[in-house]
């Protein structure tokens, strides 16, 4: 059964046309062509879809006389079923006969199914609704639809499938759509032993797998990766249709992958044994998909297909079971970090490299980022996987896991980011994985990361976490030497190659170390790194002029010192600065000793800080007995260092970088604090030995800047090469003088009056530099070398220091800047020692000294106030320290009320007011109290005060009138002396 009931033989066709009374003499010419009438004249080639997929399928079974059964049944029109009069004339029976019956049919057709059902359901999902609907109704008729439809497509589905998924890489589009469009639906709810069964299929080669031949043999593994490669071709398409097609045979194998790694789907309904085998199934399955996802799906340059890619991975990361991801974790891991970056939008990227690094826009973009990536769920998965590393059987699978090579070849930082929060997490989880050898290679993977990071702060701190967490578990031996080459790069990025982002690297990388494995300090090593390199560092680091950079130094500072072991000893102090003194020095030292202006100036204010806490400095007498001589020689040679270190620093430039005065503030800080113990009698109580001393004050040794070196001599035989030498520099070029190299070990002494000289020379150049950029280094070395003189002794010993800086207020006031004549008068004001005597030169020294005074504090020779009342308070300091000789003479005392007579009568500034007044004061407390002068038991002091009363009273009523207008002054410091003078006056007879 199964013949066509429409097809006539030639003799049949004859025996029609004798009855019609048609002519068969030329029956052969009715097969000439003519104009068409009727039949598929004027039909579309997509409305005869149905009837071209009908006609292949009846080829394709191998029996063509099916065509019209298939036809037939594909019928829809209401009058095949209808139970009208005109059913009689039109219907099947009347048209196959009274024996035909639509049960017989299907029976006929039940062999061919196999072979039928691709082409049927491909056409069912034709991209034309004509041809759509009629397979749909053929599909209906000839297996029942519904259930039915499912039992045949089950009987006959792993041919049906391999056929489907031939079709999908048809040259014909049409068949594309239809062939993803059937697949997508029969593939659902399918288990592995339907698409094939069999073990997992791990072969790297797939595509020398897949195009194999398919067979009712071919594995599921090997058809569930072709499906993967139909969907992901799909999804690539040239075509509109097959694309939208491929999205839902996408899904389908999606959803049908993470059906199959399912071990726990209805396991309450299954027996035991059906679940151990729906177990081995779903490992097969997971590890065929893994394996697959993770080599090939992920790479995928289509977006749609590595998304689906990564959402499968996703999905099966959730439901599989640890023992089946253990295999393949560290692959899983480095997948799933790689694709961090691959899946994130080009907009950041778009944005990212539009925006110019480090600014504030910058570091929000990459924040943003971030926290995108950290809360996408390929972050989510990743956390998972990294939950399951401790619950590995082995060390070695723990290791494998570690993603040193994301951080290596990772281009974005989402991955690179995502790497480090792995670390982290694993140094907390799985401690003992990083505890071995094998981790070192990490560690200095992170530490070049943090130095070699630049998508923004927040990716560079992730990095640089990371390494501390490893830096806790790692050995010390390779901490230490990635500390000491942070702490070479960090002096290295100074000067000509200053590089703020590798010194801030450097110091996030110490601070890690301080911060999270603080431990590491307590294991100097053989070298000592940590209180020889490292502390002494972030000490001169945290006066970096890099404020981020400062304050990281200083934790390192404040963190690593509160760890390192530096034992008990009466002689090292109680402080941390003490106890590394001499490192600290000596790390001071040679960052005085670099090219760096940067480093030159850091360390002069380490030094300045440690005289400022009194480490550089004679140690506190009487507070503990047990101390010994120890502590003192060892702030003594220190000091020394330090000292000699920054006075040859001076000397040695003769030009005026920017920095310098913080070098001569901290050679001045460090002479005030050792001045006592200048002299050889106090410091061989103090030290044992004289010679010990960093300072000395030897008269012999007067043309000295340090012991026994006679650098002024020399300087006045080269005066005119150094002129020369000078001029020809330019600023910015060292200059060097005849000092020699500074040597460590043999740092001298330094005299005080060559240090003075030093300091003269620098503030009173020769040659013509006044320039207005070299007026603040001056106006510092100036009030540094004022500090200095009041520090000296009170006595004679410095009159050529008096007379240089007379001579040159003399000499310059007229053309020098009023900040420097301020200057240099408060320096000469600090020289002038108690009982000064001008009795040698009489009428040359004082007389022409209060000339200068007088014009400088008028406010009609002199417009500077800051120079008018520095010339009022060197006046009234000459007032307090003058022999009674000079104050006897009428003279003098007249040119004293006469320069605070012209200093008071400034309106306008309140400070100059203030310095007259000061005069008047000074005159009068000379004299004292007058009920006190003449009483019993005064003695010669007592007539030396009358004389000078007596000298002074002639001067009363102007003195009290001065004062007693200065009662009205706005200012209330001003009225407060005044009314002092007063209650002074109103003893006097």
């Known amino acids: 059964y199964g013949g066509s009931a429409m097809q006539e033989t030639a003799e049949q066709a004859e025996q029609r046309r004798r009855s019609e009374g048609m002519d068969t003499t030329n029956a052969t010419d009715t097969m000439a062509p003519t ?17 071209r997929e009908m006609a292949s399928a009846a080829a394709e079974s191998g029996r063509t006389e099916i065509l019209y059964s298939m036809l037939i049944m594909s019928v829809s029109h209401n009058i095949w079923t209808s139970s009208e009069k005109r059913r009689d004339s039109y219907g099947p029976s009347t048209l196959l006969g009274e024996e035909f019956n639509i049960d017989k049919v299907k029976t006929a057709l039940r062999p061919f199914l196999s072979r039928l059902l691709p082409r049927i359901l491909r056409a069912c999902y034709d991209p034309n609704k004509q041809t759509r609907e009629q397979m749909n109704t053929l599909w209906n008729s000839l297996t029942g639809g519904g259930e039915e439809g499912r039992t045949a497509i089950t009987a006959n589905f792993r041919p049906t499938m391999d056929a489907l998924i031939e079709e999908t890489s048809s040259k014909f589009w049409r068949a594309r759509v239809g062939a993803c469009g059937a697949l997508a639906q029969i593939i659902v709810g399918r288990s592995w032993k339907e698409i094939g069964g069999g073990s997992a299929v791990l072969d790297e080669n797939y595509d020398l797998v ?6 009712e043999r071919t594995s599921g593994g090997i058809r569930l990766l072709r499906l993967w490669r139909s969907a992901l071709r799909a999804l690539d398409d040239v075509r509109t249709n097959v694309r939208e097609s491929g999205e839902s045979l996408a899904r389908s194998v999606r959803g049908l992958t993470i059906q199959l790694c399912n071990p726990t789907l209805d396991l309450a309904q299954e027996s035991k044994e059906t679940s151990q085998e729906r177990e081995r199934d779903s490992i097969a399955a997971s590890a065929t998909a893994l394996k697959f996802l993770l080599q090939s799906g992920l790479k995928q340059q289509c977006a749609e297909a590595a998304g689906i890619c990564i959402s499968t991975l996703i999905g099966i990361i959730d439901i599989a079971r640890p023992a089946i991801l253990e295999a393949l974790l560290s692959d899983v891991i480095y997948a799933l970090l790689m694709a961090m970056s691959n899946l994130e939008p080009a907009a950041f990227s778009y944005l990212a490299v539009r925006q110019e690094r480090g600014t504030s826009d910058y570091e929000n973009l990459t924040r943003l980022r971030l926290q995108a990536s950290q809360s996408s769920p390929l ?30 070849k990772a281009a974005g930082i989402t991955t690179r980011t995502a790497a480090a929060e792995c670390v982290i997490s694993l140094c907390h989880t799985c401690p003992q994985m990083f505890q071995t050898s094998s981790s070192n290679s990490l560690l200095k993977c992170f530490f070049e990361a943090v130095f070699q990071e630049r998508g923004g702060k927040a990716a560079q701190d992730k990095m640089n976490s990371a390494f501390g967490s490893l830096s806790s578990l790692c050995a010390g031996n390779s901490v230490r030497q990635l500390a000491s080459v942070a702490c070479d790069r960090y002096k290295k990025a100074h000067g000509n190659n200053d590089d703020p982002a590798t010194r801030q690297a450097s110091a996030m990388v110490l601070r890690s170390i301080a911060v999270k494995a603080s431990q590491q300090f307590a294991e100097p090593g053989i070298s000592d790194i940590w209180c020889r390199v490292v502390l ?34 009466n002689d090292d102090g109680s402080t941390l600065e003490e106890k590394l003194l001499l490192s600290l020095t000596k790390e001071c030292v040679k960052g005085l000793q670099d090219v760096s202006w940067t480093r030159r100036v850091t360390g002069a204010m380490a030094i300045s800080d440690l005289a400022a806490k009194e480490i550089l400095a004679p140690p506190p007498q009487g507070l503990n007995s047990n101390d010994g001589p120890g502590r003192a020689r060892k702030r003594a040679q220190a000091t020394r260092l330090a000292l000699s270190s920054l006075t040859w620093l001076v000397a040695k430039t003769r030009i005026r970088w920017s920095g310098k005065s913080e070098v001569v503030k901290a050679a001045v800080e460090l002479a005030n604090a050792w001045m006592p113990y200048a002299e050889s009698s106090k410091a061989k109580h103090l030290l044992g030995d004289p010679m010990l001393a960093p300072l000395s004050l030897q008269k012999e040794n007067e043309k ?21 030498e000078d001029s020809d520099q330019g600023e910015g070029i060292e200059a060097s003088t005849n000092i020699g190299k500074f040597d460590e070990e043999s740092a001298s002494a330094v005299h005080i009056g060559g240090l003075c000289r030093l300091l003269l020379s620098q503030s009173f150049p020769t040659t013509a530099l006044y320039a207005d950029e070299i007026l603040p280094f001056r106006s510092g070395v100036l009030q540094s070398f004022e500090h200095l003189l009041k520090s000296l002794p009170d006595s004679s010993e410095w009159l050529f220091l008096r007379r240089s800086i007379f001579s040159f207020a003399a000499d310059h006031s007229t053309k020098e800047s009023p900040l420097i004549v301020a200057r240099t008068i408060n320096c000469f004001t600090a020289t002038l020692w108690t009982g000064v005597s001008f009795q040698n030169n009489l009428s040359s020294d004082i007389s022409a000294l ?40 009428h003279q003098f005392v007249s040119m004293f009320i006469d320069v605070a007579s012209v200093g008071m009568r400034d309106r306008k500034f309140w400070k100059v007011r203030y310095g007259g007044l000061l005069i008047v004061q000074s005159i009068v407390l000379r004299a004292g109290v007058g009920v006190n002068v003449g009483t019993s038991g005064a003695g010669d002091r007592a007539n030396e005060k009358q004389l000078l009363l007596e000298s002074i009273l002639p001067h009363k009523e102007t003195i009290q009138e001065l004062a007693k207008k200065s009662l009205n002054d706005p200012e209330p410091k001003v009225t407060e002396l005044a009314t002092k003078i007063l209650s002074v006056l109103s003893t006097w007879p």
Request: charged residues 25%; glycine residues 6%; proline residues 3%.
């Open 35 to 51: 104009a068409q009438v009727g039949g598929a004249a004027g039909v579309s080639e997509a409305s005869l879809g149905a009837y």
């Open 210 to 215: 897949i195009s194999k031949t398919s067979s």
């Open 379 to 408: 972050a989510l998965a990743l956390r998972k996987c990294i939950d399951l590393v401790p619950k590995s059987r082995s060390l070695k699978y723990q290791e494998a896991v570690v993603p040193e090579n994301a951080i290596r």
């Open 536 to 569: 002494p560092l972030s000490f001169v680091g945290s006066r970096d002029p890099d404020t981020t950079v400062s304050s990281l130094m200083k934790e390192v500072w404040e963190d690593g010192g509160s760890s390192v072991d530096l034992g008990t000893g």
């Open 704 to 724: 000295d800047l340090f012991l026994w070196d006679s650098y002024f001599e020399q300087s006045e035989d080269d005066c005119v090469d150094g002129q020369r």
């Open 850 to 889: 209060m000339l200068i005074f007088l014009r400088q504090a008028d406010f009609v020779n002199q417009v500077a106030w800051t120079v008018r009342e520095a010339a009022a308070r060197a006046v009234s300091r000459l007032a307090e320290v003058t022999d009674l000789e000079t104050l006897k003479k």
